[in-house]
């Protein structure tokens, strides 16, 4: 049984970066689309970014285009997601998912059926 397990969050001040990774142990996801999501306090999870089980195809949240970039590399089971330019409004507990559906990019939470635990990122202003 595969688990996700997130990491590479904290504290950070507005305008720096992080980059938060997620691990796939137990099996593989290489034939999987990933996805990160996030969820604010007293917010709705929302979606953030999605890769293709190649990495040739991603696709962004207008919200954070431009800023954040998804990446995966299959060889060590983790994708990663790196945040630039971060802002206060960035601040939530930011999850990886893992789409036995579909291969391709997916930006939708219920065609995701394996969910990390989260991990915590706090952007001061």
């Known amino acids: 049984q595969v688990q996700l397990v997130e990491s590479g969050g904290g504290l950070v001040q507005a305008g720096g970066s992080l980059r938060v990774s997620c691990l796939a142990s137990g099996g593989t996801f290489s034939d999987s689309a990933l996805g990160w999501f996030r969820q604010a306090p007293g917010r709705e999870r929302e979606f953030v970014a999605t890769i293709s089980r190649d990495g040739g195809a991603t696709y962004y949240a207008d919200s954070v285009k431009g800023r954040f970039t998804i990446s995966r590399d299959n060889t060590k089971n983790t994708v990663y997601l790196q945040m630039n330019g971060l802002k206060p409004d960035d601040t939530a507990i930011y999850y990886c998912?893992?789409?036995?559906?579909?291969?391709?990019?997916?930006?939708?939470?219920?065609?995701?059926?394996?969910w990390g635990q989260g991990t915590k990122v706090t952007v001061s202003s």
């Open positions: 998912a893992l789409s036995r559906a579909t291969s391709m990019i997916a930006h939708r939470d219920w065609m995701y059926d394996l």
